[in-house]
């Protein structure tokens, strides 16, 4: 069973055993991590401010935290506004694993609300997943469980997101989750002005937004010293620091990871091709 974990900021998260990871930062706090990684970079609360409906692509629904302060956070700027939310989920034990955590008392209430949906099957492009949806005042969530990968090839150009959460395990042991050729499918839901934000400080990830058509920029490190990303086609975002630049184009490890057209490659081989490239690169000093 995953082992429950108290964060920094004192709220709970757990450790996944199958990727061998935390669901969240340890050292920042999952809630902490959500506002400063996600919420925040995403400005989900300037665009609260300015409009009563947002778009949101939640990639790895996970415990909720990001749903749940991006609805709290909204909430509290504009009482009157709707969070569209689809999220993006592998792991249909998610809410039995969830009922383990102790819930600080400022989400309880947004996660009773989250509880109150139904699962029924949807068909989605050119395959059929199982579905989690509950509607409320502030919100409309929708998860739709299955493999990442297949889910986001299937989602229709049209939803064009406000923000992408982006927040899968870590690329080393979910690497699958973190190629050039996802981020593409990725590019394709995303509106013009719309922001992606991820904990992500690694160059093949950046790399690979960058070469699917995003402009990047840093997010102020928390409980951490690397910087995570933002990523944007037209959106307002921060720049790139001149040593990042010059490590983006410069370091052997700014290589993307890798997938084949189907997005169907297993995570080693996805692994292993971008090793091989790295090798070949400190042979010939990129
Ligand atoms: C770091 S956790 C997400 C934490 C979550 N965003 C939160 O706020 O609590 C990563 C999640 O991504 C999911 N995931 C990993 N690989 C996936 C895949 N290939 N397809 C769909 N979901 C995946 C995991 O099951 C896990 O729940």
New binding site residues.
């Given amino acids: 069973m995953d082992e429950v974990i108290k964060t920094a900021d004192g709220t709970e998260?757990l450790f996944?055993k199958?990727?061998k990871?935390?669901?969240?930062s340890i050292k920042a706090g999952?809630y902490v991590?959500?506002l400063h990684k996600?919420i925040n970079p995403c400005r989900i609360k300037e665009l609260a401010v300015k409009n009563d409906y947002i778009k949101i692509l939640?990639?790895?629904?996970?415990?909720?935290?990001?749903?749940?302060?991006a609805i709290k956070e909204a909430v509290k700027v504009n009482p009157n506004v709707k969070l569209a939310i689809v999220s993006?989920?592998?792991?249909k034990n998610?809410f039995e694993k969830i009922k383990k955590i102790n819930i600080s008392e400022d989400l309880k209430s947004i996660y009773e609300l989250m509880f109150k949906g139904k699962f029924y099957k949807e068909k989605i492009g050119n395959e059929t997943f199982d579905i989690y949806k509950v509607s409320s005042e502030n919100f409309d969530l929708k998860i739709i469980f299955?493999?990442?990968?297949k889910?986001i090839k299937n989602l229709p150009d049209n939803l064009q997101f406000d923000a992408v959460?982006y927040?899968?395990?870590s690329p080393k042991v979910?690497t699958?989750?973190w190629t050039l050729d996802l981020f593409k499918e990725v590019k394709r839901l995303i509106s013009k002005e719309g922001i992606l934000a991820t904990y992500s400080a690694s160059l093949a990830v950046r790399k690979g937004l960058l070469e699917a058509g995003f402009k990047i920029g840093l997010v102020e490190p928390v409980g951490r010293k690397s910087y995570s990303t933002v990523a944007s086609l037209k959106g307002d975002i921060p720049p790139l620091t001149e040593k990042e630049k010059n490590r983006l184009e410069n370091s052997p490890y700014a290589v993307p990871y890798r997938d084949n057209k189907d997005l169907s490659l297993s995570r080693e081989e996805i692994k292993q091709s971008w090793e091989d490239r790295v090798k070949e690169r400190i042979k010939f000093k990129v």
Avoid: Q, W
């Fill in positions: 998260t996944n199958e990727f990871e935390a669901y969240h999952a991590e959500s996600f939640d990639v790895g629904f996970g415990l909720g935290y990001n749903v749940a302060v993006i989920e592998k792991d998610i299955g493999e990442g990968r889910i959460f927040d899968p395990f979910n699958e989750m």
